[in-house]
């Protein structure tokens, strides 16, 4: 099923007895109302939008209603967009109850809901669930004209069918990638220009434009992750469906899953068994279609450094086997340590390097098998951007939210100061940490160690979304980098700085290195305490799917007792059911990739002090490859489909932690090295400074070997160059004829002497005259 629902889920007050429908049918009269909206202009539809619950708010913010079920009713005005007196003073009174509750609230929002949305084009249907609390409405866009008139409205380019590329007489590999077919502006010119050349049977678009089917059995070419996107970008144009839910006047939102794509993926992504596949395969683009391509880029980057981690897995395991060999063969233990250092120090240097270009090339290439790699989308206003009205800077006719830029950035600096201030204070609660523990840096110390990071990873968690929220971001891109780096920033500063304070501070303290070397009491608080971090996101991910089989079997006990019986619970729908799982929305997204990055920082900065720490990060990124795909498709409503181009800033990130362990690697062999030992610190610098020019001359010949860009983009770009070539060729409309027995004349087009030329009479051919040619010169 490709239908592409969004589901709005409401409570009802328990007085309210509505009866269970079963699975939800469309209204008989959304199909009349949605053709009267088809035939006006869009704009007018959405003048007299949500007027009842406009009208409500309004009444509700003049009255003292702080002892009211509705004391925070003042909040829901968040809700709404652009509410002024000139949206509500035109309109007809309604009756104001004497106690404004959230039932009216909620009636009123469901009532304008289904006035406005079917004027719109969009399809609703409505049921009560199983317990009768909750009334779910479900919004879909199955028409076919309102589909052509979004497509239309917003430029939007559908995939060409494969089959056409064949009629088009282009001759391409079939099962290869790089003959994936381009995208071609949708237009129903394009389509009956097409038919009337032979290309295709008949004028439908289904015959141009792949196509995905749900309910149609015939089919639709818009995919359901595209119809979320219209649903979600026009609902958010009259309301803020986050803040309608923080001020509980909804309880929840969610696109629906779709149980055939579930099924599809279950078998080819989201099991268990794969647990064991070190081939690490996933079927990127169908994640793509289904989830977007933000959530596809962090699979695809998760599954290529599974790879990679693979790798260098076997080469730090046969590493450590040789340390332990030598020190059982009365090798000192610091020898040995600082030479694993030097060795293995290059070897992450070569593969951070070779692992990031492969990355880049498999990025660039699902970047255009994808059609990202152009012209960049229009990016849709947050709904919870608040500013005045102001001419929009594109087109002074038109009026849009602004915010004052100085305004923005004052708060942009407080929230990066609160930021700095919380990291200040990490640090600050590990140097006291160092203090306590500094003679013995024991199992204890890394127990403590793994418990702090743990508590102010989770009090930070909680403070980074206040932290965007306050900011005021206009647009989503900008709102995802902003939590990104102050995530980043406080995460790292938590997770690194003990183990970057033990290796500066160990050798100069009261109690120096132990007999076994400075860098064996950090290799053991490192081992100890990733150990630990490792073990906890394992259960975190393990126990998340747990807490949503509790909540939905715990429902279904409270349910039994009230009703009596098994057999309701044979009624719920799986719309509803979904209502019952987690979310993964931005905070969550973020912090998956966060963990994983956060692991792999671990590996550049200290693998070459404790090469075992490979295969524990190793072990991470494959349990969060498979849970966190078992839980999105299990156990998670499904997430809207965002667009990103690659992994965007955490490529940046991930570069910046490649070129700090190039510099505290060095720093580790001018400290603890043989060759360094009791030379000045001037000549120490130098050395820190030869290592870092050494290992980039290193990564430039690593680039040449294992080049960043993609040949095989190449190939598909010119592909589909091709196949829209032959196109547009085909649909051409315009083929001059002649307009009269004149051969000089064709449609009003002069050509000067084409009788000479086509009888090659090249002596009646005139000498030319600056600034007259004519038959007669």
């Not at 006047?249 to 099991?271: E, T």
Request: proline share 4%.
């Amino acid at each position: 099923d490709e239908d592409g629902f969004i589901s709005v889920l409401v409570e009802e007050d328990p007085d309210e007895d509505v009866p269970y429908e079963g699975h939800p049918a469309p209204s008989m009269e959304t199909g009349r109302a949605r053709q009267a909206a088809l035939e006006m202009d869009c704009s007018a539809a959405q003048s007299d939008s949500f007027g009842r619950f406009r009208r409500l708010m309004k009444n509700a913010m003049t009255w003292e209603t702080a002892m009211t079920p509705m004391k925070h009713l003042r909040r829901a005005e968040k809700a709404l967009h652009s509410m002024s007196s000139s949206d509500i003073g035109g309109e007809a009174p309604i009756h104001v109850p004497d106690m404004v509750t959230f039932r009216n609230a909620r009636v009123a929002l469901i009532q304008d809901l289904y006035e406005t949305l079917p004027r719109l084009g969009f399809d609703l249907a409505v049921f009560s669930s199983i317990d009768d609390d909750e009334i779910y409405l479900c919004i879909s866009l199955q028409d076919e004209k309102a589909q052509s008139a979004y497509l239309l409205r917003h430029n939007t380019a559908l995939r060409v069918r494969k089959d056409v590329v064949r009629k088009l007489g282009v001759v391409q590999p079939p099962d290869e990638y790089t003959s994936s077919p381009p995208k071609v502006r949708f237009d129903h010119r394009t389509v009956a220009n097409l038919h009337k050349a032979g290309i295709l049977e008949s004028s439908d678009p289904r015959e141009l434009y792949e196509t995905f089917h749900g309910r149609d059995q015939r089919g639709s070419i818009v995919s359901g992750k595209d119809r979320f996107r219209l649903i979600f970008r026009e609902v958010c144009n009259h309301l803020d469906l986050d803040a309608a839910k923080h001020d509980n006047i909804i309880v929840d939102w969610y696109p629906c899953h779709s149980p055939l794509w579930m099924q599809n993926l279950d078998s080819a992504w989201a099991s268990w068994r794969r647990l064991c596949d070190l081939s690490f395969k996933q079927p990127v683009s169908m994640i793509h279609d289904y989830f977007g391509s933000r959530v596809a880029f962090s699979f695809a980057w998760n599954g290529l450094y599974c790879k990679c981690l693979l790798a260098l897995s076997i080469f730090a395991i046969m590493l450590e086997a040789v340390g332990f060999i030598a020190k059982r063969y009365d090798y000192a233990s610091a020898t040995v340590n600082r030479r694993i250092v030097l060795a293995f120090s290059v070897v992450v240097t070569i593969w951070a390097r070779t692992a990031f270009n492969l990355w880049l090339r498999e990025q660039e290439f699902l970047l255009h098998l994808w059609d990202m790699g152009g012209e960049s989308e229009g990016q849709t206003v947050r709904p919870s951007f608040h500013g005045e009205s102001k001419p929009s800077p594109a087109d002074q006719n038109l009026m849009e939210k602004q915010y004052p830029e100085h305004l923005a950035q004052h708060r942009k600096f407080a929230s990066a100061s609160v930021t700095i201030l919380f990291c200040a204070c990490v640090a600050m609660v590990m140097v006291i940490w160092y203090k306590i523990f500094e003679e013995n840096m024991n199992v204890v110390a890394s127990i403590v160690l793994a418990i702090t990071i743990t508590i102010f990873s989770a009090l930070y968690n909680i403070m980074v979304p206040l932290l965007t929220d306050w900011e005021n971001h206009k647009y989503q891109s900008t709102y995802y980098d902003s939590f990104l780096w102050k995530q980043f920033l406080f995460q790292s500063v938590n997770r690194y700085f003990a183990f970057f304070q033990l290796s500066v501070k160990q050798r100069y303290t009261a109690v120096g290195c132990p007999e076994q070397g400075c860098l064996a009491v950090i290799r053991t608080q490192l081992i100890t305490t990733l150990a630990i971090l490792s073990l906890t996101r394992i259960f975190e991910v393990v126990v998340a799917s747990l807490i949503v089989r509790f909540k939905i079997w715990l429902e279904d006990f409270f349910l039994r007792r009230s009703k009596g019986s098994d057999q309701v619970m044979h009624n719920r729908s799986f719309i509803e059911l979904q209502s019952k799982f987690g979310e993964a929305r931005l905070q969550g997204q973020i912090q998956n990739m966060l963990q994983l990055v956060l692991s792999l920082g671990f590996v550049l900065l200290f693998g070459v002090v404790a090469p075992i720490i490979v295969p524990f990060c190793l072990a991470v990124f494959m349990v969060q490859l498979r849970a966190t795909a078992f839980l999105l498709l299990k156990y998670t409503k499904r997430t809207l489909p965002r667009q990103q181009w690659g992994i965007g800033l955490w490529q940046w990130i991930i570069s910046l932690l490649m070129q700090l362990s190039i510099l505290f690697s060095g720093f580790l062999i001018a400290v603890y090295g043989d060759t360094f030992t009791g030379m000045p610190t001037i000549t120490k610098t130098a050395g820190v400074l030869l290592y870092v020019l050494s290992m980039q001359v290193m990564c430039f010949l690593v680039d040449v070997i294992v080049p960043k860009k993609c040949s095989e983009v190449d190939i598909l770009l010119s592909r589909r160059r091709r196949v829209q070539q032959v196109i547009l060729r085909k649909s051409e409309e315009f083929t001059p004829s002649v307009a009269s027995g004149n051969p000089d004349e064709l449609n009003g087009i002069t050509a000067y002497y084409a009788a000479e030329v086509a009888k090659a009479d090249w002596k009646k051919i005139p000498h030319m005259q600056v600034g007259k040619f004519t038959r007669d010169t």
